[in-house]
């Protein structure tokens, strides 16, 4: 079992910035693909953004491309979502996730693993 602890959430004005992190405390997160999901108060959980193991491929959901930057650093064993020129429509709680699979383009569903989400708040 793989537990994964997020930070860095907060409440933030419109136009600013966060950077979220995740770690997996006695586990090497190397070893997996890993994502960040959303989910926002009555809506669905939904992707945000995924990195391969090592960190050189990433893709984003088309609603915050240009604007977040997921990144890992697997000598800290860390995973980061830098998010820039944040809207009130991404105001959501934030999930890190982890995947046995050795792709990273994968569905939702692959994601084995999750934390217990840190809130993200964007006033207007």
């Known amino acids: 079992q793989v537990q994964l602890v997020e930070s860095g959430g907060g409440l933030v004005q419109a136009a600013g910035s966060l950077r979220l992190s995740c770690t997996a405390p006695?586990?090497?997160?190397?070893?997996?693909?890993m994502g960040w999901f959303r989910q926002a108060p009555g809506k669905e959980r939904e992707f945000v953004a995924a990195i391969n193991r090592s960190g050189i491929r990433t893709t984003y959901a088309d609603s915050v491309k240009g604007r977040f930057t997921i990144s890992r650093d697997n000598v800290q064993n860390m995973m980061y979502l830098e998010m820039n020129t944040l809207k009130p429509e991404d105001t959501a709680v934030y999930y890190c996730?982890?995947?046995?699979?050795?792709?990273?383009?994968?569905?939702?569903?692959?994601?084995?693993?999750w934390g217990q989400g840190t809130q993200v708040t964007v006033s207007s």
């Open positions: 996730a982890a995947s046995d699979y050795s792709d990273y383009l994968i569905p939702m569903t692959r994601y084995g693993y």
């Open positions: 006695g586990r090497l997160l190397s070893l997996y693909a």
